[in-house]
Protein backbone atom coordinates (compact mmCIF):
# COMPACT_ATOMS: atom_id res chain seq x y z
CA UNK A 1 0.00 0.00 0.00
CA UNK A 2 1.24 3.48 -1.02
CA UNK A 3 1.80 5.84 2.06
CA UNK A 4 -0.79 8.24 2.98
CA UNK A 5 1.85 11.36 1.97
CA UNK A 6 4.71 10.71 -0.04
CA UNK A 7 7.05 14.17 -0.06
CA UNK A 8 10.35 14.05 -1.75
CA UNK A 9 12.53 16.42 -2.14
CA UNK A 10 10.48 19.35 -1.81
CA UNK A 11 10.81 23.34 -2.19
CA UNK A 12 8.26 26.21 -1.84
CA UNK A 13 9.82 29.03 -3.69
CA UNK A 14 8.85 32.36 -3.09
CA UNK A 15 9.36 35.52 -6.10
CA UNK A 16 9.97 38.21 -3.54
CA UNK A 17 9.64 40.55 -6.65
CA UNK A 18 5.77 39.63 -7.34
CA UNK A 19 4.46 40.34 -3.94
CA UNK A 20 0.63 42.05 -4.31
CA UNK A 21 1.94 45.45 -3.63
CA UNK A 22 3.22 45.30 -7.23
CA UNK A 23 2.05 47.87 -8.97
CA UNK A 24 3.42 48.68 -12.86
CA UNK A 25 6.06 51.54 -11.22
CA UNK A 26 6.79 48.89 -8.91
CA UNK A 27 8.01 46.98 -11.93
CA UNK A 28 9.51 49.10 -14.15
CA UNK A 29 12.08 49.91 -11.30
CA UNK A 30 12.72 46.23 -10.65
CA UNK A 31 13.00 45.96 -14.27
CA UNK A 32 16.02 48.49 -13.85
CA UNK A 33 18.07 47.31 -11.58
CA UNK A 34 17.69 43.90 -12.32
CA UNK A 35 20.03 41.75 -10.58
CA UNK A 36 20.15 43.74 -7.05
CA UNK A 37 18.96 41.70 -4.04
CA UNK A 38 17.71 37.97 -3.75
CA UNK A 39 15.22 37.70 -6.38
CA UNK A 40 13.76 34.48 -4.92
CA UNK A 41 13.03 33.13 -1.18
CA UNK A 42 12.53 28.69 -0.30
CA UNK A 43 10.02 28.69 2.41
CA UNK A 44 10.84 25.31 2.30
CA UNK A 45 13.30 23.19 0.71
CA UNK A 46 14.73 19.88 0.02
CA UNK A 47 12.03 18.53 2.91
CA UNK A 48 11.75 14.67 2.57
CA UNK A 49 9.13 12.43 4.63
CA UNK A 50 6.18 10.21 4.35
CA UNK A 51 3.22 9.37 6.84
CA UNK A 52 1.75 6.21 6.62
CA UNK A 53 -1.83 4.88 7.40
CA UNK A 54 -2.64 4.75 10.75
CA UNK A 55 0.60 7.34 11.58
CA UNK A 56 0.18 11.24 12.50
CA UNK A 57 2.71 13.08 12.30
CA UNK A 58 3.26 16.44 14.15
CA UNK A 59 5.21 19.12 12.80
CA UNK A 60 6.83 21.07 14.94
CA UNK A 61 9.43 24.18 14.50
CA UNK A 62 9.94 28.31 15.25
CA UNK A 63 7.40 30.93 13.70
CA UNK A 64 8.63 31.29 10.23
CA UNK A 65 10.07 27.82 9.77
CA UNK A 66 7.80 26.75 6.81
CA UNK A 67 5.23 24.51 8.96
CA UNK A 68 2.21 26.39 7.62
CA UNK A 69 3.36 26.66 4.35
CA UNK A 70 3.99 22.81 4.73
CA UNK A 71 0.67 21.83 5.35
CA UNK A 72 -0.73 24.29 2.19
CA UNK A 73 1.20 22.61 -0.11
CA UNK A 74 -0.39 19.11 1.46
CA UNK A 75 -3.63 20.67 0.69
CA UNK A 76 -3.08 21.48 -2.58
CA UNK A 77 -3.20 25.01 -2.32
CA UNK A 78 0.55 25.96 -3.13
CA UNK A 79 2.13 23.96 -5.87
CA UNK A 80 5.73 22.55 -5.19
CA UNK A 81 8.29 24.65 -6.73
CA UNK A 82 10.53 21.38 -6.91
CA UNK A 83 10.30 17.79 -5.79
CA UNK A 84 6.81 15.77 -5.89
CA UNK A 85 3.97 15.45 -3.50
CA UNK A 86 1.37 12.75 -3.51
CA UNK A 87 -1.69 12.09 -0.92
CA UNK A 88 -3.29 9.23 -1.33
CA UNK A 89 -7.09 9.92 -0.10
CA UNK A 90 -9.62 12.94 1.16
CA UNK A 91 -8.27 15.21 2.30
CA UNK A 92 -9.29 17.90 4.79
CA UNK A 93 -7.38 20.95 5.43
CA UNK A 94 -8.30 22.96 9.12
CA UNK A 95 -6.45 25.37 7.73
CA UNK A 96 -7.37 29.35 9.25
CA UNK A 97 -10.82 28.43 10.25
CA UNK A 98 -14.00 30.58 8.61
CA UNK A 99 -11.98 32.94 7.14
CA UNK A 100 -13.18 32.76 3.59
CA UNK A 101 -16.70 33.20 4.87
CA UNK A 102 -18.74 35.72 2.37
CA UNK A 103 -20.04 38.04 4.97
CA UNK A 104 -23.15 38.84 2.88
CA UNK A 105 -24.35 35.15 2.95
CA UNK A 106 -26.42 33.35 5.80
CA UNK A 107 -24.86 30.98 7.29
CA UNK A 108 -26.56 28.24 5.65
CA UNK A 109 -25.59 29.64 2.82
CA UNK A 110 -21.96 29.41 3.48
CA UNK A 111 -21.91 25.77 4.65
CA UNK A 112 -23.22 24.95 1.22
CA UNK A 113 -20.57 27.32 -0.40
CA UNK A 114 -18.05 26.05 1.53
CA UNK A 115 -18.99 22.46 0.69
CA UNK A 116 -19.26 23.00 -2.80
CA UNK A 117 -15.10 25.38 -2.48
CA UNK A 118 -14.14 22.42 -0.56
CA UNK A 119 -15.53 19.85 -3.04
CA UNK A 120 -17.66 17.92 -1.56
CA UNK A 121 -20.74 15.72 -2.87
CA UNK A 122 -23.93 18.43 -2.59
CA UNK A 123 -26.18 15.31 -0.96
CA UNK A 124 -23.58 14.76 1.67
CA UNK A 125 -23.63 18.02 2.46
CA UNK A 126 -27.19 18.50 2.69
CA UNK A 127 -27.03 15.46 4.88
CA UNK A 128 -24.78 17.13 7.27
CA UNK A 129 -26.50 20.54 7.36
CA UNK A 130 -28.22 19.39 10.66
CA UNK A 131 -25.18 18.31 12.16
CA UNK A 132 -22.92 21.06 11.29
CA UNK A 133 -25.40 23.81 12.98
CA UNK A 134 -26.04 22.17 15.91
CA UNK A 135 -22.14 21.88 16.60
CA UNK A 136 -21.98 24.90 15.39
CA UNK A 137 -24.67 25.90 18.48
CA UNK A 138 -25.69 29.67 16.51
CA UNK A 139 -29.40 29.21 17.07
CA UNK A 140 -31.83 30.85 14.27
CA UNK A 141 -28.52 32.65 14.12
CA UNK A 142 -27.65 30.14 11.15
CA UNK A 143 -30.10 32.39 8.59
CA UNK A 144 -28.45 35.12 9.42
CA UNK A 145 -25.67 37.01 7.44
CA UNK A 146 -22.23 36.41 8.64
CA UNK A 147 -21.43 40.14 9.26
CA UNK A 148 -24.08 40.11 12.18
CA UNK A 149 -21.69 37.16 14.07
CA UNK A 150 -19.15 37.49 16.82
CA UNK A 151 -15.85 36.66 16.07
CA UNK A 152 -16.67 33.15 18.08
CA UNK A 153 -19.30 32.33 16.40
CA UNK A 154 -17.56 32.74 12.82
CA UNK A 155 -14.71 30.70 14.56
CA UNK A 156 -17.38 27.97 15.59
CA UNK A 157 -19.16 27.76 12.11
CA UNK A 158 -15.86 27.30 10.60
CA UNK A 159 -14.54 24.82 12.80
CA UNK A 160 -18.09 22.89 12.56
CA UNK A 161 -17.84 22.70 8.80
CA UNK A 162 -14.30 21.78 8.45
CA UNK A 163 -14.57 18.83 10.81
CA UNK A 164 -17.84 17.71 9.84
CA UNK A 165 -16.36 16.17 6.53
CA UNK A 166 -14.35 12.39 6.99
CA UNK A 167 -11.01 12.54 5.70
CA UNK A 168 -8.64 9.94 4.83
CA UNK A 169 -5.82 12.81 5.48
CA UNK A 170 -6.26 15.05 8.14
CA UNK A 171 -4.14 18.52 8.66
CA UNK A 172 -4.86 20.53 11.68
CA UNK A 173 -2.98 23.47 11.82
CA UNK A 174 -3.40 24.85 15.14
CA UNK A 175 -7.24 24.75 15.66
CA UNK A 176 -7.75 23.79 19.31
CA UNK A 177 -7.40 27.29 20.81
CA UNK A 178 -11.02 28.80 19.43
CA UNK A 179 -13.80 29.70 20.95
CA UNK A 180 -14.86 30.20 25.00
CA UNK A 181 -14.00 27.16 27.57
CA UNK A 182 -17.62 25.24 26.74
CA UNK A 183 -16.44 24.67 22.61
CA UNK A 184 -12.69 24.39 23.42
CA UNK A 185 -13.49 21.51 25.45
CA UNK A 186 -16.02 20.30 22.91
CA UNK A 187 -13.48 21.15 20.04
CA UNK A 188 -10.45 19.37 21.11
CA UNK A 189 -13.14 15.87 22.11
CA UNK A 190 -13.99 16.13 17.91
CA UNK A 191 -10.28 16.77 17.30
CA UNK A 192 -9.67 13.66 19.09
CA UNK A 193 -12.03 11.56 17.34
CA UNK A 194 -11.27 12.78 13.64
CA UNK A 195 -7.42 11.76 14.87
CA UNK A 196 -8.96 8.45 15.68
CA UNK A 197 -11.16 8.39 12.66
CA UNK A 198 -8.85 9.42 9.72
CA UNK A 199 -6.01 7.51 8.20
CA UNK A 200 -3.06 9.99 8.66
CA UNK A 201 -2.60 13.01 10.29
CA UNK A 202 -0.52 16.24 10.17
CA UNK A 203 -0.48 18.72 13.00
CA UNK A 204 1.33 21.64 13.06
CA UNK A 205 0.96 23.55 16.66
CA UNK A 206 3.43 25.10 19.07
CA UNK A 207 1.55 23.17 21.99
CA UNK A 208 3.92 20.24 22.87
CA UNK A 209 1.40 18.76 24.72
CA UNK A 210 -0.65 17.84 21.61
CA UNK A 211 2.71 16.28 20.02
CA UNK A 212 3.62 13.95 22.77
CA UNK A 213 -0.12 12.82 23.14
CA UNK A 214 -1.24 12.21 19.76
CA UNK A 215 1.41 11.94 17.37
CA UNK A 216 3.63 8.88 16.64
CA UNK A 217 6.01 10.40 14.48
CA UNK A 218 7.32 14.46 14.27
CA UNK A 219 9.62 15.95 11.96
CA UNK A 220 11.33 19.88 13.43
CA UNK A 221 11.87 22.55 10.44
CA UNK A 222 13.92 25.15 10.96
CA UNK A 223 14.10 27.73 7.98
CA UNK A 224 12.57 25.73 5.46
CA UNK A 225 14.26 22.66 6.13
CA UNK A 226 13.80 19.67 7.96
CA UNK A 227 16.25 19.28 10.62
CA UNK A 228 15.56 16.26 12.99
CA UNK A 229 12.93 14.17 12.24
CA UNK A 230 11.52 10.95 14.22
CA UNK A 231 10.31 10.25 17.65
CA UNK A 232 8.43 12.86 18.98
CA UNK A 233 9.62 12.67 22.40
CA UNK A 234 13.30 13.09 21.07
CA UNK A 235 12.37 15.47 18.59
CA UNK A 236 10.14 17.68 20.88
CA UNK A 237 13.59 17.97 23.57
CA UNK A 238 15.50 18.88 21.09
CA UNK A 239 13.11 21.86 19.51
CA UNK A 240 12.65 22.68 23.37
CA UNK A 241 16.14 23.12 23.69
CA UNK A 242 16.77 25.02 21.36
CA UNK A 243 13.78 27.48 21.42
CA UNK A 244 15.02 27.75 25.17
CA UNK A 245 18.13 29.20 23.89
CA UNK A 246 16.42 31.24 21.57
CA UNK A 247 14.28 32.89 24.42
CA UNK A 248 17.21 33.73 26.49
CA UNK A 249 18.42 35.66 23.38
CA UNK A 250 20.96 32.95 22.46
CA UNK A 251 20.69 31.64 18.32
CA UNK A 252 21.69 27.87 18.43
CA UNK A 253 23.67 26.61 15.72
CA UNK A 254 22.01 26.42 12.34
CA UNK A 255 21.36 22.41 12.41
CA UNK A 256 22.22 20.45 8.73
CA UNK A 257 19.22 20.00 6.70
CA UNK A 258 18.27 16.08 6.69
CA UNK A 259 19.33 14.01 3.86
CA UNK A 260 16.44 12.38 2.55
CA UNK A 261 17.41 9.68 1.28
CA UNK A 262 17.97 8.71 4.84
CA UNK A 263 14.58 9.37 6.59
CA UNK A 264 12.91 6.29 6.95
CA UNK B 1 27.58 17.18 -1.23
CA UNK B 2 25.25 19.91 -2.94
CA UNK B 3 26.45 18.22 -6.51
CA UNK B 4 24.67 15.41 -4.35
CA UNK B 5 21.47 17.30 -3.53
CA UNK B 6 21.04 18.43 -7.02
CA UNK B 7 21.31 14.81 -8.38
CA UNK B 8 18.71 14.18 -5.67
CA UNK B 9 16.05 17.13 -6.49
CA UNK B 10 16.78 16.11 -10.19
CA UNK B 11 14.87 13.31 -9.82
CA UNK B 12 11.82 14.16 -8.95
CA UNK B 13 10.42 17.08 -11.11
CA UNK B 14 7.00 17.59 -11.93
CA UNK B 15 6.38 17.90 -15.52
CA UNK B 16 3.90 20.95 -16.70
CA UNK B 17 1.00 19.36 -19.06
CA UNK B 18 0.93 20.79 -22.66
CA UNK B 19 -1.35 22.76 -23.63
CA UNK B 20 -4.10 20.35 -24.94
CA UNK B 21 -3.70 18.55 -21.55
CA UNK B 22 -4.47 21.99 -19.89
CA UNK B 23 -7.41 22.65 -21.70
CA UNK B 24 -8.53 18.98 -21.50
CA UNK B 25 -7.74 19.10 -17.47
CA UNK B 26 -9.80 22.48 -17.25
CA UNK B 27 -13.11 21.29 -18.76
CA UNK B 28 -12.95 18.58 -16.73
CA UNK B 29 -12.53 20.46 -13.26
CA UNK B 30 -15.24 23.42 -14.61
CA UNK B 31 -17.54 20.49 -15.29
CA UNK B 32 -16.73 18.26 -11.93
CA UNK B 33 -17.53 21.91 -9.87
CA UNK B 34 -20.54 22.96 -11.80
CA UNK B 35 -22.78 23.06 -8.19
CA UNK B 36 -19.88 25.47 -6.93
CA UNK B 37 -20.44 27.76 -9.87
CA UNK B 38 -24.24 27.63 -9.47
CA UNK B 39 -23.70 28.44 -5.89
CA UNK B 40 -21.72 31.32 -6.64
CA UNK B 41 -23.94 32.48 -9.26
CA UNK B 42 -26.83 32.03 -6.62
CA UNK B 43 -24.87 34.06 -3.64
CA UNK B 44 -23.97 36.81 -6.23
CA UNK B 45 -27.70 37.06 -7.09
CA UNK B 46 -29.06 36.69 -3.96
CA UNK B 47 -26.75 39.47 -2.34
CA UNK B 48 -27.27 41.67 -5.68
CA UNK B 49 -30.27 44.08 -4.59
CA UNK B 50 -30.59 42.49 -1.64
CA UNK B 51 -30.14 45.51 0.81
CA UNK B 52 -31.83 48.01 -1.74
CA UNK B 53 -35.02 49.67 -1.25
CA UNK B 54 -36.27 47.91 -4.73
CA UNK B 55 -34.07 45.05 -5.01
CA UNK B 56 -34.02 42.66 -7.90
CA UNK B 57 -36.13 45.79 -9.93
CA UNK B 58 -32.78 47.76 -10.27
CA UNK B 59 -32.08 44.79 -12.80
CA UNK B 60 -34.87 46.10 -15.36
CA UNK B 61 -34.33 49.70 -13.67
CA UNK B 62 -31.18 50.27 -14.29
CA UNK B 63 -30.31 49.92 -18.05
CA UNK B 64 -33.71 51.98 -18.74
CA UNK B 65 -32.19 54.76 -17.30
CA UNK B 66 -28.95 54.22 -18.51
CA UNK B 67 -31.06 54.49 -21.50
CA UNK B 68 -33.03 57.70 -20.48
CA UNK B 69 -29.13 59.60 -19.78
CA UNK B 70 -28.55 59.27 -23.15
CA UNK B 71 -31.79 60.27 -24.51
CA UNK B 72 -31.40 63.42 -22.57
CA UNK B 73 -28.30 63.98 -24.09
CA UNK B 74 -28.64 62.89 -27.85
CA UNK B 75 -32.10 62.96 -28.64
CA UNK B 76 -32.60 65.96 -26.74
CA UNK B 77 -30.00 68.27 -26.57
CA UNK B 78 -28.05 67.36 -29.51
CA UNK B 79 -31.24 67.27 -31.30
CA UNK B 80 -30.56 63.70 -33.19
CA UNK B 81 -33.51 62.85 -35.37
CA UNK B 82 -33.15 59.53 -35.61
CA UNK B 83 -36.33 57.47 -35.77
CA UNK B 84 -36.85 55.34 -32.43
CA UNK B 85 -33.94 56.74 -31.17
CA UNK B 86 -34.31 55.51 -27.40
CA UNK B 87 -34.74 51.47 -29.44
CA UNK B 88 -32.09 52.30 -31.50
CA UNK B 89 -29.24 52.95 -28.47
CA UNK B 90 -31.35 50.81 -26.38
CA UNK B 91 -30.43 47.48 -28.90
CA UNK B 92 -26.60 48.76 -27.82
CA UNK B 93 -27.23 49.81 -23.72
CA UNK B 94 -28.35 46.77 -23.07
CA UNK B 95 -25.52 44.13 -24.31
CA UNK B 96 -22.23 46.58 -23.16
CA UNK B 97 -24.28 46.83 -19.56
CA UNK B 98 -23.78 42.95 -19.35
CA UNK B 99 -20.24 43.30 -20.63
CA UNK B 100 -19.22 46.27 -18.36
CA UNK B 101 -20.62 45.22 -15.57
CA UNK B 102 -19.08 41.09 -16.02
CA UNK B 103 -15.79 42.55 -16.78
CA UNK B 104 -15.93 44.92 -13.87
CA UNK B 105 -16.99 41.94 -11.42
CA UNK B 106 -13.90 39.69 -13.20
CA UNK B 107 -11.27 42.66 -12.37
CA UNK B 108 -11.69 42.09 -8.35
CA UNK B 109 -13.00 38.60 -9.09
CA UNK B 110 -9.79 36.59 -7.85
CA UNK B 111 -8.71 39.23 -5.45
CA UNK B 112 -11.60 39.65 -3.31
CA UNK B 113 -11.85 35.91 -2.34
CA UNK B 114 -8.40 36.11 -1.31
CA UNK B 115 -9.25 34.15 1.80
CA UNK B 116 -10.53 31.34 0.95
CA UNK B 117 -8.12 30.90 -2.02
CA UNK B 118 -5.75 30.66 0.51
CA UNK B 119 -7.51 28.09 2.65
CA UNK B 120 -9.06 25.71 0.16
CA UNK B 121 -7.65 23.81 -3.22
CA UNK B 122 -10.20 24.61 -5.85
CA UNK B 123 -9.82 25.47 -9.29
CA UNK B 124 -9.91 29.26 -9.37
CA UNK B 125 -11.16 29.40 -12.83
CA UNK B 126 -14.86 28.92 -11.31
CA UNK B 127 -14.57 32.44 -10.37
CA UNK B 128 -14.35 34.41 -13.35
CA UNK B 129 -16.96 31.53 -15.07
CA UNK B 130 -19.52 32.44 -12.07
CA UNK B 131 -19.15 35.92 -12.63
CA UNK B 132 -19.79 35.75 -16.22
CA UNK B 133 -22.97 33.37 -15.84
CA UNK B 134 -24.38 35.66 -13.44
CA UNK B 135 -24.23 38.64 -15.46
CA UNK B 136 -25.94 36.38 -18.03
CA UNK B 137 -29.24 36.25 -15.78
CA UNK B 138 -29.37 40.12 -14.80
CA UNK B 139 -29.34 40.44 -19.07
CA UNK B 140 -32.22 38.10 -19.40
CA UNK B 141 -33.64 40.33 -16.91
CA UNK B 142 -32.97 43.36 -18.85
CA UNK B 143 -34.15 41.82 -22.18
CA UNK B 144 -38.23 42.62 -20.00
CA UNK B 145 -38.03 46.16 -20.22
CA UNK B 146 -36.71 46.01 -24.29
CA UNK B 147 -39.06 43.57 -25.50
CA UNK B 148 -41.94 45.75 -23.17
CA UNK B 149 -40.68 48.85 -25.34
CA UNK B 150 -40.78 46.69 -28.76
CA UNK B 151 -44.24 45.67 -28.13
CA UNK B 152 -46.08 49.10 -26.43
CA UNK B 153 -44.03 51.70 -28.15
CA UNK B 154 -42.26 50.54 -31.52
CA UNK B 155 -44.30 47.47 -32.91
CA UNK B 156 -43.57 48.14 -35.82
CA UNK B 157 -39.41 47.31 -35.25
CA UNK B 158 -40.99 43.68 -34.40
CA UNK B 159 -39.83 40.98 -36.59
CA UNK B 160 -39.35 37.01 -36.98
CA UNK B 161 -35.41 38.05 -36.52
CA UNK B 162 -35.46 38.62 -33.35
CA UNK B 163 -35.19 34.92 -32.69
CA UNK B 164 -32.09 35.28 -33.47
CA UNK B 165 -30.77 37.19 -30.29
CA UNK B 166 -30.27 34.31 -28.39
CA UNK B 167 -27.26 33.25 -31.13
CA UNK B 168 -25.46 37.10 -30.93
CA UNK B 169 -25.99 36.76 -27.39
CA UNK B 170 -24.17 33.35 -27.34
CA UNK B 171 -21.16 35.08 -29.55
CA UNK B 172 -20.88 37.89 -27.32
CA UNK B 173 -21.04 35.69 -24.30
CA UNK B 174 -17.56 33.78 -25.60
CA UNK B 175 -16.13 37.40 -25.85
CA UNK B 176 -16.92 38.25 -21.97
CA UNK B 177 -15.84 35.22 -21.05
CA UNK B 178 -12.40 35.10 -22.46
CA UNK B 179 -11.83 38.75 -21.32
CA UNK B 180 -13.37 37.88 -17.59
CA UNK B 181 -10.99 34.92 -17.12
CA UNK B 182 -7.60 37.20 -18.54
CA UNK B 183 -8.57 40.18 -16.32
CA UNK B 184 -9.45 38.48 -13.54
CA UNK B 185 -5.78 36.57 -13.70
CA UNK B 186 -4.19 39.42 -14.38
CA UNK B 187 -5.49 42.01 -11.57
CA UNK B 188 -3.40 39.32 -9.36
CA UNK B 189 -0.51 40.82 -10.67
CA UNK B 190 -1.72 43.96 -11.36
CA UNK B 191 -3.60 45.77 -9.15
CA UNK B 192 -3.67 48.87 -11.40
CA UNK B 193 -5.81 46.85 -13.74
CA UNK B 194 -8.93 47.70 -11.05
CA UNK B 195 -8.57 51.42 -11.94
CA UNK B 196 -7.81 51.30 -15.30
CA UNK B 197 -10.53 49.12 -16.15
CA UNK B 198 -13.06 51.88 -15.77
CA UNK B 199 -11.63 54.00 -17.92
CA UNK B 200 -10.90 51.64 -20.99
CA UNK B 201 -14.46 50.19 -21.09
CA UNK B 202 -15.93 54.08 -20.78
CA UNK B 203 -13.37 54.39 -23.88
CA UNK B 204 -13.81 51.22 -25.74
CA UNK B 205 -17.85 52.01 -25.45
CA UNK B 206 -17.11 55.61 -27.07
CA UNK B 207 -15.74 53.87 -29.64
CA UNK B 208 -18.08 51.30 -30.24
CA UNK B 209 -21.26 52.53 -32.36
CA UNK B 210 -23.32 52.36 -29.47
CA UNK B 211 -24.95 55.82 -29.24
CA UNK B 212 -24.36 56.18 -32.98
CA UNK B 213 -24.54 54.01 -36.32
CA UNK B 214 -21.56 52.82 -38.35
CA UNK B 215 -24.21 54.60 -41.19
CA UNK B 216 -22.93 57.87 -39.23
CA UNK B 217 -19.00 57.26 -39.84
CA UNK B 218 -19.51 57.09 -43.48
CA UNK B 219 -17.11 60.52 -43.76
CA UNK B 220 -14.34 58.36 -41.92
CA UNK B 221 -14.96 55.73 -44.05
CA UNK B 222 -14.48 57.22 -47.52
CA UNK B 223 -11.81 59.42 -46.17
CA UNK B 224 -9.26 56.96 -44.02
CA UNK B 225 -10.33 53.42 -45.59
CA UNK B 226 -8.08 51.68 -43.33
CA UNK B 227 -8.46 53.67 -39.97
CA UNK B 228 -12.39 52.51 -40.65
CA UNK B 229 -11.00 48.49 -41.39
CA UNK B 230 -9.06 49.07 -38.15
CA UNK B 231 -12.67 50.16 -36.36
CA UNK B 232 -14.37 47.21 -38.05
CA UNK B 233 -11.89 44.92 -36.11
CA UNK B 234 -13.93 46.24 -32.71
CA UNK B 235 -15.71 42.89 -31.98
CA UNK B 236 -18.16 45.28 -30.83
CA UNK B 237 -18.81 47.31 -33.27
CA UNK B 238 -20.14 43.59 -35.32
CA UNK B 239 -21.82 42.55 -31.92
CA UNK B 240 -23.44 45.69 -31.94
CA UNK B 241 -24.74 46.15 -35.50
CA UNK B 242 -26.03 42.43 -35.23
CA UNK B 243 -28.51 43.70 -32.01
CA UNK B 244 -29.34 46.33 -34.13
CA UNK B 245 -30.08 44.94 -37.21
CA UNK B 246 -32.12 42.02 -35.07
CA UNK B 247 -34.38 44.46 -32.92
CA UNK B 248 -33.97 47.84 -34.88
CA UNK B 249 -33.87 46.82 -38.59
CA UNK B 250 -35.60 43.38 -38.27
CA UNK B 251 -33.02 42.24 -40.70
CA UNK B 252 -30.56 39.33 -41.24
CA UNK B 253 -26.88 40.49 -38.97
CA UNK B 254 -23.79 40.72 -40.98
CA UNK B 255 -22.84 37.18 -40.48
CA UNK B 256 -19.29 37.13 -41.88
CA UNK B 257 -18.33 40.29 -39.51
CA UNK B 258 -20.63 38.56 -36.67
CA UNK B 259 -18.37 35.24 -37.71
CA UNK B 260 -15.20 37.02 -37.31
CA UNK B 261 -15.90 38.29 -33.99
CA UNK B 262 -16.32 34.42 -33.11
CA UNK B 263 -13.07 33.16 -34.33
CA UNK B 264 -11.31 36.39 -32.32
CA UNK B 265 -13.34 35.37 -29.15
CA UNK B 266 -12.62 31.71 -29.70
CA UNK B 267 -8.73 31.99 -30.11
CA UNK B 268 -8.40 34.54 -27.03
CA UNK B 269 -10.61 32.31 -25.43
CA UNK B 270 -8.21 29.30 -25.27
CA UNK B 271 -5.08 32.01 -24.70
CA UNK B 272 -7.06 33.01 -21.74
CA UNK B 273 -7.63 29.92 -19.92
CA UNK B 274 -3.96 29.17 -21.01
CA UNK B 275 -2.59 32.18 -18.95
CA UNK B 276 -4.75 31.79 -16.61
CA UNK B 277 -3.90 28.54 -15.97
CA UNK B 278 -0.09 29.17 -15.70
CA UNK B 279 -0.43 32.08 -13.43
CA UNK B 280 -2.87 30.22 -11.08
CA UNK B 281 -0.22 28.29 -9.01
CA UNK B 282 0.85 31.45 -7.99
CA UNK B 283 -2.19 33.20 -6.85
CA UNK B 284 -2.41 31.55 -3.18
CA UNK B 285 1.50 33.10 -3.06
CA UNK B 286 0.94 36.79 -3.82
CA UNK B 287 -2.40 37.40 -2.75
Known amino acids: ?264 | MASQTDAVRATYRMARPGPLATLKGTVRDVLSRRRLIQYLVRADLKKHGADTLLGNVWWILDPLLTMLVYVILIAIILRSNREAYPLFIFCAILPWKWFSSTIGAAVTGITTRELIIKQVNFPKIVLPIAITAGGVVSFIFGLVPLLAMLVFFYPSHVSVWLLALPIVAAVQLVLTLALAIIVSALTVFYRDIGNLAGHLLRLWFYLSPALYGTDQLDKLASEHPSLFSIYELNPFAAIFESYRNLIYYGQAPTWNLLGLVVLESLVLLVVSVLVFRRLEPSFAKIL
Open chain 1, 1 to 264: MPPAIDVRTLGIRYNLRLTRRNTVNVTFRNLARRRRGPTHFWALRDVTFHVDHGESLAVIGPNGAGKSTLLQVLAGILEPSEGVIAVNGRISSLLTLGAGFDTDLSGRDNILLAGAFMGMDHGEMQGRMGEIIEFADLGQFIDAPIKTYSAGMNARLGFSIATAVQPDVLLLDEVIGTGDATFKAKSRQRVVELMGAAKAIVLVTHDMSWVLDFCNRAILLERGNAVAAGDPTTVVALHEERSAMRRTGGSPDPLPPLDGSGFR
